[in-house]
């Protein structure tokens, strides 16, 4: 089952608004989307945007009793300034909910999971053309180097790049767990953390260029407001929280309302383990 990480935090980044226009950039199960239109009943226009076309296929049934109210759109976040160029409205509340879904990691399919045999695909969205094999089996060296150090944080990156090279040179990386085997030996063990863990992810962001399309709306978040419009955005990893907080910084249009991100309580964490690495900032735009 799916459930929505930070519900409370999102619900109360937004309480007191009133939000006649609303954007649900990550749809996925449509969980915030839902308690949202539910909290504010005012909303005129929600526009919902997700890359993966299984989770806008769920959205759409849940998110069904609201009526024409809703437009949903298969998209990556990247493209919300063109959609609303198209629909017209600033937005008085602006969301994201960055990172992989559960419901992506246990699809086997989606090859997202070091845990789970699998293609070595992690596309967010079907359609694209890049995938982890592409890059795991045509990259240089350098530039596999690259991604383990500054995308996967991973200390042994120099080794791991390495060892893709030499092992390829043998067999074709096909599956997940082909990649598993080489590098399991290779990559740094830390208490509580697959040794995977920083190679998937480096490897994910950049399949699907999970920065560069982050770094672009943040760029564009005080255009997109409305005055006294809000953003919250959720992130799972030190490089999003970092480039989310560096970026609100940066706007002078924008305000931070959380001086400290927003985690997780005992209780959710209890109930939802995925929610132990989220963090969410929020800001508002004041002219």
Same mark, same amino acid.
């Not at 309480?15 to 949202?36: C, N, P, Q, R, V």
């Not at 180097?145 to 500054?150: G, K, L, P």
């Given at each position: 089952?799916?459930i929505?990480?930070l519900?409370?935090?999102?619900?109360?980044?937004?309480e007191?608004?009133?939000?006649?226009?609303y954007?649900?950039?990550?749809?996925?199960?449509?969980?915030?989307?839902?308690?949202i239109?539910?909290?504010?009943?005012?909303?005129?226009?929600?526009?919902g945007l997700?890359?993966?076309p299984?989770a806008?296929?769920?959205?759409k049934?849940?998110?069904?009793p609201?009526?024409?109210?809703?437009q949903?759109?298969?998209?990556?976040?990247?493209?919300?300034?063109?959609?609303?160029?198209?629909?017209?409205p600033?937005?008085?509340?602006?969301?994201?909910?960055?990172g992989?879904?559960?419901m992506?990691?246990?699809q086997?399919?989606?090859?997202?999971?070091?845990?789970?045999l699998?293609?070595?695909?992690?596309?967010?969205?079907p359609?694209?053309?890049? $995938?982890a094999?592409?890059?795991i089996?045509?990259?240089p060296e350098?530039?596999?180097s690259?991604?383990?150090?500054?995308?996967?944080?991973e200390?042994a990156?120099?080794?791991?790049?390495k060892?893709?090279?030499?092992a390829?040179k043998?067999?074709?990386?096909?599956t997940t767990l082909?990649?598993?085997?080489?590098?399991l030996?290779?990559?740094?063990r830390?208490?509580?953390?697959?040794?995977l863990?920083r190679?998937f992810q480096?490897?994910?962001?950049? $399949?699907?260029?999970?920065?560069?399309?982050?770094?672009r709306?943040?760029?564009e978040?005080d255009?997109?407001?409305?005055?006294?419009?809000?953003?919250?955005i959720?992130?799972?990893h030190?490089l999003?929280?970092?480039?989310v907080?560096?970026?609100?910084?940066?706007?002078s249009?924008?305000k931070?309302?959380t001086k400290?991100?927003?985690?997780?309580?005992? #209780?959710?964490?209890?109930l939802?383990?995925r929610?132990?690495?989220?963090?969410?900032?929020?800001?508002?735009? #004041?002219?």
């Amino acid at each position: 089952m799916h459930i929505p990480v930070l519900l409370k935090e999102v619900l109360k980044a937004f309480e007191g608004l009133s939000l006649k226009t609303y954007a649900d950039l990550t749809l996925g199960a449509a969980g915030h989307a839902f308690a949202i239109l539910e909290a504010h009943p005012e909303i005129e226009c929600f526009i919902g945007l997700d890359q993966d076309p299984f989770a806008l296929a769920l959205a759409k049934a849940k998110l069904a009793p609201f009526g024409s109210k809703v437009q949903l759109f298969h998209s990556n976040f990247c493209h919300i300034k063109a959609i609303i160029k198209a629909q017209g409205p600033h937005f008085d509340g602006i969301f994201a909910d960055l990172g992989v879904s559960s419901m992506q990691l246990d699809q086997a399919i989606r090859g997202m999971s070091f845990s789970k045999l699998g293609p070595l695909d992690m596309r967010m969205d079907p359609s694209d053309s890049l $995938t982890a094999a592409e890059i795991i089996n045509r990259y240089p060296e350098d530039k596999l180097s690259f991604i383990f150090r500054e995308w996967g944080e991973e200390p042994a990156w120099r080794k791991a790049a390495k060892a893709v090279v030499e092992a390829r040179k043998k067999k074709r990386f096909v599956t997940t767990l082909d990649l598993v085997e080489v590098l399991l030996k290779i990559c740094i063990r830390k208490p509580g953390i697959h040794p995977l863990t920083r190679v998937f992810q480096g490897l994910r962001i950049a $399949t699907n260029k999970e920065l560069d399309v982050l770094e672009r709306l943040l760029e564009e978040s005080d255009d997109l407001l409305a005055e006294g419009g809000r953003i919250a955005i959720i992130s799972f990893h030190s490089l999003e929280d970092r480039l989310v907080k560096q970026k609100f910084r940066q706007k002078s249009l924008l305000k931070i309302i959380t001086k400290k991100p927003l985690i997780a309580e005992d #209780i959710e964490i209890a109930l939802n383990p995925r929610s132990r690495s989220a963090k969410m900032r929020v800001a508002e735009r #004041i002219l």
